[in-house]
């Protein structure tokens, strides 16, 4: 991509918002992300009235509540049509082949000529394609759509809305609109005691019963105040029981709001890929939300499991600077390639220039094979929307299916074992009961596949089969099939037999590099100041040690004795009771193989 001009491309912000001031009603062209001093003016200068109808303001009254996954198959990706239609036109033309895509627009003739126009990829058809006629007041349909509850665990969908932190009241009505649209009950926090203020950007749930969020939950339900409204006032033992009783949410974790992020919201720096994943941003050392995001994730990692009673696995991204201004601390915009978004089979992800874009591309292709990822450029000179702190995930939203398939499975990890069965296990769930389920495997660069009848190990919707014990240095590749007694068919991942998990039997006397045993050994955060991980991956099991010195080469502490597991595990230490200065972790092995890290304790 060619170089910028610089100045043209800061001046996109500001003429944005000074077309809107200046068009008064002109819903076509959207607020950024955040509240800025022109809206306020705006605001304070014609008026604020929150809508009136909201749903219905009690919990949704079940028993199970489940809110659904992203990763879940979706019946609907919603769309407030502003501002940036070429964007818009090619989150259409991928999704449409996923699922029906419904467009709020103020003007449905103005939309359909773009969408049937020359411009901006050529001509489409309007197949799969709704538009609703519709006000609203900006793009971020994220923070401000409904999201997909389960009343029954997998049946009885409804969709849950929260009060909008923005003074957008036609914005905030869209959950309405949608409900009716689709025939869904529509059910909202917007009323005492259940009254909570919260945004979609800020939300992730895993779709059995955990969801994250960053601090900004707490903030803005503290009975505080902005110069537009007063907030809701609750303890965080009041949010959590709010968000359970109408999401069914038992586990909410919050981190800490970033110093750079200014809008707060965890879509801006992670993303949940699956039950087990988290997808993160990485910054260099030292640079920008880097450190406060290592902080998080040595949080989370420390106090919080997946489903299975795992640690997370976290795959880490690198976050780009802005082309001739740097990274957010530099004055830079925040861009992102975490605020990417899940259409069934595709993946919508926001790109920028090639020099990262394709070292993103290739981690989600490794992390979800068979995924069709559409780049889509949100940092283009005409149409750079991540200029106003948002790309793909925050201006779309979707709709759950109404009878989803559940099939869920951790990952087999790594494995020396090549004498016994590889035990595949997977919880399956539908409304009508699963009739039956398969296990595919092969040998990765075999052309087929091996079945394996799965059978139920109890009453809780867990089933099992094994693959056969394999040879040391072998790849093996799997998905899961289940049927319904209704008679639909799913497979997880979605995309197989296109995608699918991976694990290798490894043999331990292979070299690689030219060194036998090569491991991978990190530490973050760094510098550190309390609880700090350090993940360490080996080929095969061994005996060693891990160590921390001190800058005089004085042992400060030990970390672990004894067996490293074949894989990779994750050790901790508390920084905060050593004195600051330089430090070096230490790792031995039985074999005389020995590793350092430097780490700085601030």
Known sequence: MQEKNMNGKRAILSSLIILFGMTAQAQHVTWPHQLGENERNYVERIGFAPPTVRGIE??????????????????????SWTSFPCIQKQIVAASKEECT???????????????????????????????????????WIRDYGANTVYGSWDDDRVLVDWMYNRPRPDDDAIPDLLGETMGI????????????MNTGGNWMSDGFGTAFASELILEENDGGSTWWTDFPDHSEAE???????????????????????????????MKLLDESTLLVAEYPMGVADGPQINANMEYVLSNFTTRWGTPFNVIRIPSPPEQ????PDQNGWYLTYTNSVFVNNTILLPTYYTQYDTTAIRIYEEVLPGYEIVGIDCDNSGSAIISLSGAIHCITHTVGIEDPLMISHLPLPDTEDDQNDYIVEAYLSHRSGVAEAMLHWKEETSPDWNNATMAPVDDEGNWSASIPAQPQGTTIVYFVEATANSGKNGTRPMPAPEGWWSF???????????????????????????????????????EGTLELYNAWGKLSETIHSGTFPSGESKYFFNAEPLAPGPYVLMLRTEDGGHWTRNLIIQ
């Open 58 to 79: 009690t919990p949704p009254p079940f028993d199970s509540l489940r809110t659904a996954a992203e990763w879940e198959e979706v019946e609907a990706l919603t769309i």
């Open 101 to 139: 895509v419904l467009i709020f627009a103020e003007d449905i003739d103005e939309v359909e000529s773009y969408l049937t126009g020359s411009v901006c990829g050529g001509a489409m058809d309007l197949e799969n394609v709704q538009i609703v006629p519709a006000e609203y007041n900006s793009i």
């Open 185 to 196: 009950e529509v059910y909202s926090t917007t009323a005492s005691p259940n009254d909570l």
């Open 239 to 269: 949010v959590d029981q709010i968000i359970a009783d109408f999401h069914g949410v038992n586990t909410y974790i919050k981190m800490p709001t970033l110093p750079y992020d200014g809008i707060h919201h965890i879509d801006m720096h």
């Open 324 to 327: 001739g201004w740097g990274y």
């Open 504 to 542: 290798d039997i490894i043999d331990p006397t292979a070299q690689i590099n030219g060194l036998s045993g090569e491991i991978r050994f990190e530490v973050f955060p760094n510098p550190a100041n309390a609880i700090t991980c350090i993940p360490i991956e080996f080929l095969h099991t061994t």
